[in-house]
């Protein structure tokens, strides 16, 4: 191999990447929007099934059951996605945002529908302004993410603390704390996912499986920014 045929295969594979690039970020967006769609529409109409709240309401095991349903999907997409096929990784998606629709419709009816929607402007308008600083800035935030893992898991564990101790003002500093450690997540994500796919050379099925990886966890980060916000913001029923 000569040298102008090498010089025309890094071209070549410069030129890939570049195509690949956008198209694998906006399935990222694509299909972390889908999600919630899915998610909000679940929410809709298990809310207004007095069916499904009155079993919800009769059989308390049912809302640990969808939890333990909804962390056994999220294992399985996160660990196992390189043994599954991206049809199968997108179903497990999609069907991980069926069941949090079903265990939010009875926190929802808490708040009035009025709040739930500012809240929800307000989680959309955090949410993007954090994730185009973490797709912009050319700060390495990594660092930023180790610290809001580690108090992602102190703020677990107090929660866990609170459900015993059942203090409400304990519970608003733990809010206050979840929005600052989403806040953080979402930016180092949506720079980690950037770089991440910013290596792939082309639209491929493990490229894909990157990019649904990659609106899994923004899908998480809006989903748990919205409900510290709507534990601060929220008014109740």
């Known amino acids: 191999m000569n040298e102008r045929e090498l010089n025309r295969m890094i071209d070549a594979h410069e030129v890939a990447v570049e195509m690949a ?14 999600a919630l769609g899915i998610t909000a529409f679940t929410a809709y109409i298990a809310a207004n099934s007095f069916a499904y709240l ?3 309401a009769e059989n308390s095991w ?13 294992f399985t997409v996160s660990a196992r ?6 049809n ?22 808490l708040y009035s529908g009025a709040s739930v929607a500012k809240v929800f402007l307000i989680t959309a308008g955090m949410f993007g ?13 990594s660092g930023i993410g180790r610290i809001a893992i580690m108090a992602l898991i102190g703020l677990i564990i107090a929660s866990i603390v609170n459900i015993f101790l059942k203090s409400s003002g304990f ?15 979402t930016a180092w994500d949506a720079q980690k996912i ?32 919205f409900l510290y916000l709507l534990r601060i913001f929220g008014s109740r029923d």
Do not use: Q
């Not at 049912?62 to 999220?74: H, S």
């Not at 733990?174 to 953080?184: A, E, K, M, T």
């Open 88 to 109: 199968t990784a997108t179903l497990l998606f999609g069907a991980y945002s069926v069941l949090n629709g079903l265990t939010f419709a009875p926190i929802l009816l």
């Open 129 to 141: 302004a954090m994730a185009f600083v973490g797709y912009t800035t050319k700060r390495d935030l």
């Open 194 to 225: 950037k770089l991440m796919l910013a290596d792939c050379a082309a639209p491929d099925e493990e490229a894909h499986k990157i990019a649904l990886l990659g609106s899994l966890s923004l899908y998480l980060d809006f989903i748990n920014l």
């Open 54 to 56: 009155n079993f919800i």
């Open 171 to 185: 519970e608003l500093i733990l809010s206050y704390v979840g929005v600052i450690i989403f806040v953080g997540l």
């Open 21 to 34: 690039f956008p198209a694998l970020m906006r399935k990222v967006y694509l299909w972390m929007t889908l």
């Open 81 to 86: 996605i390189d043994r599954l096929s991206l």
């Open 62 to 74: 049912v809302m640990f059951a969808l939890i333990i349903a909804e962390l056994a999907l999220v």
